[in-house]
């Protein structure tokens, strides 16, 4: 055992929540779930660079916990989102589902701090199977489909991981958590393979849109969080500068937003969202510059303020209305003033609009494919930005709150913890917009960008005006309609059903015709067995009367044998 004792992980704070909380009286838990992840967003922030905690197995070094600029980024942001979740979710009776989300949150932070591949494996599988939970923990039968391909996908990632960490092994006889290049062989590709799946590259990717509206409301918060962005650190951490990576970035942010546009469900337009805010941080990390590192990072930071707290105000319209198509919304926004202000912030955030973190991230990736000489990069990622505004900016919250009344009417209002969970979040959206040195401090490398210059307000102001006044032309033609989306998840659910009638209902046809014919077998032995004679002859029933021979002839039998025996002497 080598390194800091005396110092504890900060995942295993939630973990031990996670054990500790469902043995509590139930008016305990909410408050147990908000001292649990405070204790994990402490521990983050008070460890010092350079900590770290290993031990030895079987001749490797396992290092438990690795401190330093990067990590902290990210252990700070996902200490901090399960705080606010928990306290969005500070209403909740459901001690599985707050167990799960602990685990999940504890996952989360020990894939950040894990200084070898093993431990991060073991992280990165508990962080599939928590997440699991927080999709089935709906009880509705299309959750617990979507929960079920969620989670084969996310073993199949899994596996690819792991392979591709043992090949490695055997290769360099090593398990650190470093920096790999792609002349490392199969193993590197398996690796980065497994983590692209949970960055949802496209074209492995459709089992976020697919899981995370079928969540449940409080669930989805924290998925929008952690699993991606889980894998975008280990993007950041162990492959910058892979060009492929800069150009799965760019499919992303456009993939993204397409498919948001054509969406219908709230959750899913956020969902294809998540997509497309990921590319910019698979992008920066493609292309491994110091500037591109950073914006990735802060990228993500912001990100799971602004993504969770647009999550937060679609569950907040959930929990009220019963309703999540923007074809069944509209007209709600004279009862839900004060959830679709703290949407906007959110809305405004991603969009990048002045004043809102997401202003300060994105546009970092943005100027750093500039600087590092990739022009047409740069252009997607800003055409990137209009589909976002128009989505989510000005489509979903026009659609939801202002547009032609649908019979939506909100029920009671939601609990008083779900806003100020929202109002929280929303705090920091505007605060890390209106002083960018408050994260910028914070980063892996130094910070030189400055996001505030007039050139840089004046694009951004004109992007969105222009969007907004190509939306209000054409909002009829944008009006949703009811419609079933299919993604690239259709190669895998149209055919579903030949699949199982070959790979399940034929196998079990076989197996069921092979268990009649062996429990027939049985019987037909065991009645052989009961009355030989019997079965042999065609006989009824056993009865030892039916073959018994009489006393008579048993007395003349023995009679015959010894009158042959005194023959026998006689002669």
């Given at each position: 055992m080598t390194g800091d004792w005396g110092i504890l992980p900060p995942a295993l704070a939630p973990f031990a929540g996670a054990v500790i909380l469902p043995l509590l009286p139930k008016k305990f838990r909410s408050t147990a779930f908000l001292v649990f992840t405070l204790a994990a967003l402490a521990l983050a922030a008070a460890i010092p660079d350079g900590a770290s905690l290993a031990v030895r197995l079987m001749g490797y070094e396992l290092v438990l916990l690795r401190m330093d600029a990067l990590a902290r980024v990210f252990g700070l942001i996902f200490a901090f989102i399960a705080f606010a979740g928990g306290l969005y979710g500070f209403h909740l009776k459901d001690a599985a589902q707050q167990a799960a989300a602990l685990l999940y949150a504890g996952s989360a932070l020990g894939v950040v701090f894990a200084g070898d591949?093993?431990?991060?494996?073991?992280?990165?599988?508990?962080?599939?199977?928590?997440?699991?939970?927080l999709v089935w923990a709906r009880r509705a039968e299309e959750s617990l489909k979507a929960g079920f391909r969620y989670l084969m996908v996310h073993l199949f990632g899994g596996g690819m991981l792991l392979a591709g960490v043992i090949l490695h092994a055997a290769r360099t006889g090593s398990f650190a958590v470093e920096r790999l290049t792609p002349d490392g062989g199969p193993a590197v590709w398996l690796i980065l393979a497994g983590v692209a799946l949970n960055a949802a590259v496209p074209p492995i990717h459709a089992w976020l849109p697919d899981a995370y509206p079928r969540a449940t409301i409080t669930g989805a918060v924290f998925m929008s969080a952690f699993t991606t962005k889980a894998a975008v650190y280990v993007l950041i951490r162990v492959f910058p500068g892979w060009k492929i990576l800069l150009v799965m970035g760019v499919l992303m942010t456009i993939y993204g937003v397409v498919f948001a546009v054509l969406a219908d469900d709230i959750r899913r337009i956020l969902s294809y969202h998540i997509i497309s805010q990921v590319g910019y941080m698979v992008a920066g990390a493609g292309l491994g510059t110091e500037m591109a590192l950073?914006?990735?990072a802060a990228h993500a930071y912001s990100h799971i303020l602004y993504k969770a707290l647009l999550f937060m105000g679609a569950g907040a319209v959930i929990q009220t209305t019963g309703r999540s198509k923007l074809s069944e919304l509209g007209g709600l926004a004279g009862r839900q003033k004060a959830i679709f202000a703290l949407y906007m912030i959110a809305a405004f955030s991603i969009s990048g609009a002045p004043l809102f973190n997401g202003f300060i991230s994105k546009s970092m990736v943005v100027a750093a494919a500039d600087e590092a000489g990739y022009p047409a990069a740069m252009l997607l990622l800003v055409l990137a930005s209009v589909g976002t505004f128009l989505s989510v900016g000005l489509k979903?919250?026009?659609?939801?709150?202002?547009?032609?009344k649908t019979g939506a009417v909100p029920g009671a209002r939601p609990p008083r913890n779900m806003l100020l969970g929202m109002g929280l979040v929303a705090a920091l959206c505007v605060g890390y917009g209106a002083a960018p040195s408050l994260l910028y401090r914070i980063l892996p490398f130094p910070v030189e960008y400055r996001p505030y210059t007039g050139a840089h307000l004046a694009e951004t102001i004109q992007i969105l005006a222009f969007t907004f006044a190509a939306f209000w032309l054409f909002r009829k033609i944008l009006k949703p309609k009811p419609h079933e989306l299919l993604d690239l998840d259709w190669f895998y659910r149209r055919p579903a059903a030949f699949f199982r009638r070959i790979f399940v209902d034929a196998p079990a046809a076989v197996y069921g015709w092979t268990d009649r014919l062996a429990v027939a077998l049985i019987a037909k032995a065991a009645a052989f067995g009961r009355n030989p004679a019997g079965a042999i002859s065609g006989g009824g029933d056993y009865s030892p009367d039916r073959y018994r021979q009489t006393t008579q002839a048993l007395i003349l039998l023995a009679l015959g044998l010894f009158i042959v025996l005194a023959l026998a002497v006689i002669i």
């Open positions: 591949l093993f431990t991060l494996l073991v992280f990165w599988e508990v962080l599939a199977l928590a997440s699991t939970y950073n914006g990735s979903l919250p026009y659609f939801t709150w202002f547009g032609p």
